[in-house]
């Protein structure tokens, strides 16, 4: 029917996320400034491949849903810088820290995928008048709002079946009504994409340049004027 219909990423369909996107849109002029996102504990980890090919698809495919929420939160915007660090290569227990600049804020990514520990994810999100608090284990979650100077408060969200419960109702109202706007567009996976392939790239330097201090380590000195990223 050429209706075009959730051709990105399903993370923004997460019950307290779409709550905080939609309670800073509600406000005129109320913008994110900073967004803090973490997981620990991934079973999708269980079972693979020791291999530095295989940690960097890891690092793509996990990344690449929370850049497209820190892109939303960042109106919508590509980020200006990406950079990696705190960095773990074994696919046994892969970590990965990212940092990236926005026109608008700045966003932190943090994963720690133990396939042993519990899952557990949660997200802080300021704007300029209030901090959101997230935070989701394997069987219940929680969101706080706090104002400045106030004590923080439990906020309820309707979870509507879920982030997938959400996504198939989003699909069928649009193919029920094409004049609806789809929540997540072709451009939003498209940025969502590219910053990903820029973590992979800063991934790819810091990978280097561990592999050639270890080199030196070894050798027990390093030679004069030498670059260990060379």
């Known amino acids: 029917a050429r209706v075009p219909v959730l051709v990105a990423h399903d993370a923004v369909f997460e019950p307290r996320i779409a709550h905080v996107l939609a309670a800073i849109q509600s406000v005129d002029g109320r913008r994110a400034t900073d967004v ?14 020791r291999s530095r090919e295989h940690f960097l698809a890891w690092v793509y495919e996990a990344v690449m849903h929370d850049m497209s929420v820190c892109n939303r939160f960042a109106g919508r915007a590509s980020p200006d810088d990406v950079s990696v660090s705190d960095l773990r290569v074994d696919t046994a227990r ?12 700045t966003a932190t990514i943090d994963l720690d995928h ?8 949660s997200f802080a999100i300021r704007t300029d008048d209030s901090e959101w608090v997230g935070e989701a284990h ?25 982030q997938h419960g959400r996504l198939i109702d989003r699909f069928l109202a649009l193919v029920r009504d094409p004049s609806i706007e789809p929540d997540e567009t072709c ?17 790819c330097r810091e990978m280097a340049f561990f592999c050639a201090e270890r080199i030196w380590a070894r050798l027990g000195e390093r030679p004069k004027g030498s ?3 060379s």
């Open 36 to 49: 803090h996102i973490e997981r620990r504990g991934d079973p999708e980890t269980t079972g693979m491949p």
């Open 227 to 229: 670059n260990a990223t």
């Open 94 to 105: 892969p970590r990965l820290r990212v940092q990236a600049t926005y026109a608008t804020m």
């Open 138 to 162: 394997a069987h219940s979650s929680s969101l706080l709002h706090r104002r400045p100077g106030a004590a923080a408060q439990a906020v309820a969200v309707t979870s509507d079946g879920g």
């Open 114 to 121: 133990e396939p042993e520990a519990p899952l557990r994810q």
């Open 187 to 203: 451009a939003d996976g498209a940025r969502a994409v590219a910053a990903a392939d820029e973590v992979v790239v800063a991934a």
